[in-house]
């Protein structure tokens, strides 16, 4: 069993930065892709960012340019800098992981909320 947890949300202006966290419980570089979603209010959970255990990555076009994923092995964690934030990314976020053997795991989200 692989828990993740999510940390670094909060309430940000339009225009601001955070930068979010999620730490594994185990060794990353078991899993095959690593990611976030989002789900807004009412709204469908939708696919934010992915990386691979190559380093390849993918975004939403609706945050290419301002997010930024990447992921530090030593400490089992996967990070997204978001930048320029829009009202339009205020959403829950979930930390998102894949095994091999195609097993999904799921943190338990964390809010951001930008608002002015």
């Known amino acids: 069993q692989v828990q993740l947890v999510e940390s670094g949300g909060g309430l940000v202006q339009p225009g601001g930065s955070l930068r979010l966290s999620c730490a594994a419980s185990?060794?990353?570089?078991?899993?095959?892709?690593l990611g976030w979603y989002r789900q807004a209010p009412g709204e469908e959970r939708e696919l934010v960012a992915t990386i691979t255990m190559g380093g390849s990555t993918n975004y939403a076009d609706s945050v290419k340019g301002r997010f930024t994923i990447s992921r530090d092995h030593p400490w089992n964690t996967i990070n997204l800098a978001m930048n320029s934030l829009e009202t339009e990314d205020t959403a829950v976020y979930y930390c998102y992981a894949l095994t091999s053997s195609g097993r999904v795991y799921w943190g338990q989200g964390t809010q951001v909320t930008v608002s002015s």
């Open positions: 185990r060794s990353i570089e078991s899993f095959n892709l």
